[in-house]
């Protein structure tokens, strides 16, 4: 089973992505992490993606088809791929197309009113807990591995906007691309517990899986 997950900034893709993974052990790749990976490897890639990525913006997608296509046809795959942050406009949904069948795509769908503040209010840790600073109750370390917390750097005010904005103009049209193919079904992620998000996504997950 291959599967887009697609969803605004701060809709919890990341989240529902280990969920997944765990459940039907398929391999999350993330574009974001990859390009943040280069980035702090000091590696070309990075060296492009920064401005990019700093200014909310697409990194181009030359760059990007070239890496995912990579990625799919010579690394590990397990039960199937899970992208993340992948495809971002209709032009990369297209490239998808000619290297990798995409079976579904999971539509993460909340409110644009509720995205800023859980993406302003979002802390990581290495070892991939994300938390809300609303639950946090102070604490700067993970629950999980006791690192330390961190913002990401595009985690800030003005940039969340314009990557609103760069959501809304170049990926919420895939909404659209998919479910003319047929594949798309799209669940609320933006009421319940991320556990209850993640049975929503099951419930559809199952019906590929035997
Ligand atoms: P989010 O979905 O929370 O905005 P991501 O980690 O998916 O965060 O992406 C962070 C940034 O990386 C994006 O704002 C963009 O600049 C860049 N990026 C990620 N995926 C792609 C993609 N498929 N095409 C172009 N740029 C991308
Ligand atoms: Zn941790």
Partial sequence: MNIVLLGAPGAGKGTQAAFIKE????????????????????????????SYIDAGKLVPDEVT???VKDRLLNGEL??????DGFPRNIFQAKELDTFAK?????????????????ICGRRMCSCGATYHVSTLDGATTCAKC???LYRRDDDNPET?????????AQTAPLVDY??????????????????????????ELDKYVK
């Fill in 178 to 203: 998919y479910a003319a193919q047929g594949k798309l079904c799209t669940v609320n992620g933006g009421a319940g517990s991320p556990e209850q998000v993640f049975a929503a996504i099951a419930a």
């Fill in 102 to 118: 995409v079976d579904l795509c999971v539509n993460i769908d909340v409110d644009k009113s509720l995205l800023m503040d859980r």
């Fill in 78 to 83: 397990g039960a199937g791929f899970m992208l």
């Fill in 23 to 50: 459940r039907y052990g398929l391999a999350h790749i993330s574009t974001g992490d990859i390009f943040r990976a280069n980035i702090k490897g000091g590696t070309p890639i990075g060296k492009v993606a920064k």
């Fill in 65 to 67: 088809c070239e890496l």
């Fill in 146 to 148: 006791g690192k330390p």
């Fill in 160 to 168: 969340v906007e314009a990557r609103l904005n760069t959501y809304a």
